[in-house]
């Protein structure tokens, strides 16, 4: 098992990638966003799986979810659906929208159910490392959908993007009718685990992702480095 | 045999890549460098060929070579050492070579002998699409050293990134003392190859990076994205 990265510990690290290790957000996302594409083509391919709805955040979390959409597409998934219900502030995510006009990705302020019942895969690009409960709307009734949707048809799969969202970044699941039944099939963490991963269910499928960081570093902010394979962006950790 | 895109081409699809398409430079370049070390990971693995020195060249072809650099030392290369001569105006660059310093990668502006007596790859990552003959100082004679090492030692690997250097974009070797006995032993095509790519010998291994185009958009700039195989940013051409 992996040492996991808390909340505080995960921020800081991320402030320093950004200035003293020279790193531009616009890379990180990259890759970022790249690793999760790639964990979800190893685990559901796009033949058994075609159809993924992306829900994005505002933030960073969301920003990943933008590039994996991409990424996906030009992975061979057939249909590729974003739902991005509020506008992030930072001008970078309308060039990753426009990003998308050139794959006909489809981008909707809202998941309307036809799509939520043509999707084989839901990727909950919501809300990462830096969030705090409970979720706000409209997030809190998406998720409620999601979740539905699920119980109605299991072979439908939730993906989470670093964090399930609505769970405390630390702690895991909290108490609340809806982030109380929310359990991912698959969880891609991004630079290290964070804590909530210990709290995953025994068969929900784990991924590391976001190859961009040396051992010398990893090591200093009291981290590991998995042993990537090859040119993978990714390691299955479960 | 893929249709090779024109200098002028080439230019031209690069601007439309970084306006109405919505691109940045970071993450095109993150990309094409990415793809330009799973390439040479492909031909050239770590285990039989442990130290590469990557010559860059102050445009955006050095800038693929700064990235890759990184990756091929994240890919488990040894020793990874960057020729720098000559510092490019775009301040990203200095972020790039910011970036390496968490790797211990070492950055020289001169190339001395022992760099590269110890070398298995040397990685031609000076000038891309945009370059026009003759090449100039300290480059001429950069290249000049590089083939008289490959002549020296064949089992030392030369990997030109996008384009020969000192070879003309559309017309392939010129008639110098210097690029007409120039040869690489494998050409990494950037989005698609160049005119001059019909021009190198039966036994250059020829790759294609750069997996960030819409089959549509390739359509309308009339040439062809590959096959691309499951996650591979790269595919083998020959």
Not at 81 to 110: A, H, R, S
Request: glycine letters at 6%; charged letters at 20%; proline letters at 7%.
């Amino acid at each position: 098992m992996m040492k996991p990265l808390s909340a505080k510990t995960a921020a800081e690290l991320d402030a320093s990638l950004m200035s003293t290790l020279g790193y531009t957000l616009e890379q990180l996302m990259e890759l970022a966003g790249l690793s999760v594409a790639q964990s979800i083509y190893k685990e559901y391919n796009p033949i058994n799986y075609p159809n993924a709805t992306i829900i994005c955040g505002p933030g960073n979390n969301g920003g990943d979810g933008l590039v994996a959409a991409r990424h996906l597409k030009l992975f061979g998934y057939e249909k590729i659906n974003v739902i991005y219900p509020i506008k992030g502030k930072n001008p970078f995510y309308d060039k990753l929208i426009t990003q998308l006009k050139m794959f006909n990705i489809e981008v909707n302020d809202k998941l309307n159910n036809e799509i939520l019942n043509n999707s084989n895969l839901i990727i909950d690009s919501m809300f990462g490392f830096s969030f705090h409960p409970p979720l706000r709307d409209p997030f809190d009734s998406i998720l409620s959908t999601i979740i539905k949707s699920k119980n109605e048809n299991n072979d439908r799969k939730i993906i989470a993007v670093d964090i399930p969202s609505g769970w405390d970044v630390d702690d895991g699941p909290i108490k609340d009718s809806i982030t109380e039944n929310y359990m991912p099939d698959m969880l891609i963490s991004l630079t290290a685990p964070k804590p909530c991963s210990l709290k995953i269910s025994p068969i929900t499928n784990h991924y590391l992702g976001g190859r961009f960081i040396s051992k010398n570093i990893a090591d200093k902010w009291g981290f590991e480095v998995p042993n990537y394979k090859g040119v993978d962006q990714c390691i299955k950790l479960n």
